[in-house]
């Protein structure tokens, strides 16, 4: 028999995976919808998608629970979505016009994970696709971005979970410096990081909306010394909100 085995295998395993094949199947499923077709108690139920919750195979919209992007890391099926597709022309495009790098990260629990980058350089066969890397809000120009558009209370939750770690010298650690920062990015629609990511780089981003629910961010930088701050303002800016648009009527059509 296929995918016979001689071992033990656990029914509490082979429920959660279940679950996980019929919200994929369906293209997202309710908890009531999931009732009536799976042979379990609701309460059992609900342990199983809390668990696939935490371990951010799952995501929740509304009562509605969908396949997260982190589970594109396990298979090809969610990687060919529509979303990669309008990504990765959108990014191909802003490296090509900047001459820099570019990127889309996804906006998943509180984390961005990369779905495409790259570069005027390295565009093509060696530009980078998939889930590989995930960064935090509080550093990245799309993190900053998309916290200057997120309720109060969301940020906060997204603070206490991932905390703000110092990963290079200039990182901003303190909150209330932060906040300060997302007023100002709130009025502007872009946020720019000044080597808070890594050394000698700076970037410019702005967030991805569907629906009008943030999905990730667009962003573009390259090395200090060739990007100084009037072309960040202003020509970086504006490729990145031009391509972050372009996204939103593509994915919206």
Same mark, same amino acid.
């Given at each position: 028999?296929?995918?016979?085995?001689?071992?033990?295998?656990?029914?509490?395993?082979?429920?959660?995976?279940?679950?996980?094949?019929?919200?994929?199947?369906?293209?997202?499923?309710?908890?009531?919808?999931?009732? +009536?077709?799976?042979?379990? =108690?609701?309460?059992?139920?609900?342990?199983?998608?809390? /668990?696939?919750?935490?371990?951010? %195979?799952?995501?929740?919209?509304?009562?509605? $629970?969908?396949?997260?992007?982190?589970?594109?890391? +396990?298979?090809?099926?969610?990687?060919?979505?529509?979303?990669?597709?309008?990504?990765?022309?959108?990014?191909?495009?802003?490296?090509?016009?900047?001459?820099?790098?570019?990127?889309? /990260?996804?906006?998943?629990? #509180? +984390?961005? @994970?990369?779905?495409? !980058?790259?570069?005027?350089?390295?565009?093509?066969?060696?530009?980078?696709? !998939?889930?590989?890397?995930? $960064?935090?809000?509080?550093?990245?120009?799309? !993190?900053?971005? *998309?916290?200057?558009?997120?309720? =109060?209370?969301?940020?906060?939750? *997204? @603070?206490?979970?991932?905390?703000? =770690?110092?990963?290079?010298?200039?990182?901003?650690?303190?909150? &209330?410096?932060? $906040?300060?920062?997302?007023? &100002? *990015?709130?009025?502007? !629609? %872009?946020?720019?990081?000044?080597?808070?990511?890594? =050394?000698?780089?700076?970037?410019?981003?702005?967030?991805?909306?569907?629906? #009008?629910?943030? *999905? #990730?961010?667009?962003?573009?930088?390259?090395?200090? $010394?060739?990007?100084?701050?009037?072309?960040?303002?202003?020509?970086?800016?504006?490729?990145?909100?031009?391509?972050? #648009?372009?996204?939103?009527?593509?994915?919206?059509?």
């Amino acid at each position: 028999m296929l995918g016979a085995t001689d071992g033990r295998t656990l029914k509490t395993t082979e429920t959660s995976l279940h679950v996980l094949d019929l919200v994929l199947e369906h293209g997202g499923l309710t908890l009531a919808e999931l009732d +009536r077709m799976v042979d379990k =108690p609701k309460s059992s139920l609900h342990s199983h998608l809390n /668990t696939l919750l935490a371990c951010r %195979y799952l995501v929740k919209d509304g009562r509605t $629970y969908l396949a997260s992007f982190k589970f594109a890391e +396990r298979g090809e099926r969610a990687r060919r979505s529509e979303l990669e597709s309008v990504a990765t022309e959108a990014v191909e495009r802003l490296a090509e016009i900047t001459g820099e790098e570019a990127n889309f /990260t996804v906006l998943e629990h #509180g +984390r961005l @994970l990369l779905l495409h !980058g790259s570069s005027n350089q390295s565009s093509g066969p060696d530009a980078e696709t !998939g889930f590989r890397t995930e $960064y935090y809000l509080h550093n990245t120009a799309a !993190g900053k971005a *998309i916290l200057a558009q997120l309720e =109060p209370e969301r940020v906060e939750r *997204i @603070l206490d979970e991932w905390g703000m =770690p110092r990963e290079i010298e200039a990182t901003i650690t303190d909150r &209330e410096r932060l $906040y300060e920062q997302l007023e &100002e *990015i709130a009025d502007d !629609g %872009y946020a720019i990081v000044d080597e808070e990511f890594a =050394p000698g780089l700076v970037a410019v981003g702005t967030p991805v909306r569907v629906d #009008g629910e943030i *999905i #990730g961010g667009v962003s573009v930088g390259g090395p200090k $010394y060739r990007i100084n701050t009037s072309r960040l303002h202003g020509e970086l800016a504006e490729a990145v909100i031009d391509a972050a #648009g372009e996204m939103e009527n593509a994915l919206t059509d």
